[in-house]
């Protein structure tokens, strides 16, 4: 062959090569207005039968040279970067970054989350009596707390432990809360609980039992609160921020990341803190993310250093359970902060700059 028709070819291969770009480009713009449609829908992205329909046609049109199966293998590669596409669209999420670069601020009366200073959400884990709540809320009050937590409706592993007091407990919380000038925060596990419990509460969290509790979700964002959803047990960084789209999806943005410890095979603490879920949910959310240093750890002892560890990577506040008399206390007795303790816990944080700009 002469070296000018060896040029020549290699000329035209390059051509060809801009040419299948091309067209491999504009397939993918088609793909991409396809998934589109497909979103608007709620349709599968993958679907397999359409795909083989569209082999069986490239393969009966197939003249060679190439042999139909690689045909077959190299349109399934196509197939596949296409489906890749789709799903890198169905990243762009509502509460996604690259749908909004600002960081949300949840405003919870007087009080914001995100943005900005971190928040202490604190109060017992559950709410008992009228007399822990005033004990309880008085003590933070005077710390400075706004935001005061205790659990109504508590998912407790058995069935004879204590359940919770239920809309009487939200009542408490919502009266204690209101007479220190405070605002409030508690589990709803029951969708058709929710509108009844936004009479009491400030702020509805969604448990990590309940992560996927799709039609709580659904009924979160049917509402115009601030929702603290958290980590589930075993839930991924991606499975949470899906959930949170749930609550984002019906309209309402005004939510609280908050990572609470995974399960893992370790046993020193009662889960495991997944610390680096606190920037990456903050990398890929404009939402605020809180840490609970309470049920993630399961113990007092490592509370400020962990307290510490989430503010240092980010956190937009941490929730702390605090009870008058943990030892007696009807739940998590063994994790709850005493009074004392708590305000050890704020003057170490304080002193160490940990809470600079805090509100609190
Ligand atoms: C709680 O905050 O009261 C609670 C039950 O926590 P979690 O859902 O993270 O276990
Ligand atoms: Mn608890």
């Known amino acids: 062959m002469s070296k000018e028709r060896f040029e020549e070819l290699r000329s035209q291969l390059d051509e060809v090569n801009l040419e299948i770009l091309e067209v491999l480009n504009r397939r993918a713009e088609l793909v991409s207005e396809i998934g589109l449609l497909k979103s608007g829908k709620?349709?599968?992205?993958?679907?397999?039968?359409?795909?083989?329909?569209?082999?069986?046609?490239?393969?009966?049109?197939?003249?060679?040279?190439?042999?139909?199966?690689?045909?077959?293998?190299?349109?399934?590669?196509?197939f596949q970067a296409s489906l890749g596409l789709q799903e890198e669209e169905k990243k762009s999420l509502l509460i996604s970054r690259k749908n909004k670069s600002q960081d949300?601020?949840?405003?919870?009366?007087?009080?914001?989350?995100?943005?900005?200073?971190?928040?202490?959400i604190s109060g017992p884990c559950s709410v008992e009596t009228e007399g822990q709540m005033e004990a309880v809320a008085s003590h933070l009050k005077g710390e400075g707390i706004l935001?005061?937590?205790?659990?109504?409706?508590?998912?407790?592993t058995s069935p004879y432990d204590f359940q919770g007091l239920g809309k009487e407990g939200?009542?408490?919380?919502?009266?204690?809360?209101?007479?220190?000038?405070?605002?409030?925060?508690?589990?709803?596990?029951?969708?058709?609980?929710?509108?009844?419990?936004?009479?009491?509460?400030?702020?509805?969290?969604?448990?990590?039992?309940?992560m996927q509790n799709f039609e709580l979700?659904?009924?979160?964002?049917?509402?115009?609160?601030?929702?603290?959803?958290?980590?589930?047990?075993?839930?991924?960084?991606?499975?949470?921020?899906?959930?949170?789209?749930?609550?984002?999806s019906r309209g309402n943005d005004q939510i609280i990341l908050c990572e609470r410890g995974i399960r893992t095979y370790e046993k020193a603490t009662r889960n495991t803190l997944d610390i680096s879920a606190v920037p990456?949910?903050?990398?890929?959310?404009?939402?605020p993310v809180v840490v609970d240093v309470s049920h993630s750890t399961g113990r007092?002892?490592?509370?400020?250093?962990?307290?510490?560890?989430?503010?240092?990577?980010?956190?937009?506040?941490?929730i702390v359970e605090t009870h008058n008399e943990p030892a007696v206390a009807l739940s998590d007795a063994k994790q709850q902060l005493d009074l004392q303790q708590f305000s050890t816990l704020m003057n170490q944080l304080r002193q160490s700059g940990f809470l600079k700009d805090a509100v609190q």
Do not use: W
């Open 42 to 78: 709620g349709t599968e992205r993958f679907d397999p039968i359409r795909e083989k329909e569209m082999l069986d046609k490239v393969v009966g049109a197939n003249k060679g040279p190439f042999p139909d199966d690689t045909i077959r293998h190299l349109f399934k590669q196509i």
């Open 170 to 210: 939200l009542k408490i919380l919502s009266e204690t809360a209101k007479r220190h000038g405070m605002v409030c925060v508690s589990e709803i596990v029951a969708p058709e609980d929710v509108e009844m419990a936004c009479e009491y509460i400030d702020v509805i969290q969604i448990g990590a039992r309940n």
């Open 300 to 318: 007092k002892d490592i509370m400020l250093p962990i307290a510490k560890a989430a503010i240092a990577v980010g956190a937009d506040g941490l």
């Open 217 to 248: 979700l659904k009924a979160a964002g049917s509402v115009r609160k601030p929702v603290l959803l958290k980590r589930g047990l075993s839930a991924t960084i991606e499975e949470l921020l899906y959930a949170a789209e749930y609550i984002a």
């Open 280 to 287: 990456i949910l903050k990398q890929e959310t404009h939402l």
């Open 104 to 120: 949300t601020v949840v405003q919870v009366g007087p009080l914001t989350v995100g943005g900005g200073a971190p928040v202490i």
């Open 147 to 156: 935001l005061l937590r205790g659990g109504a409706y508590k998912p407790r």
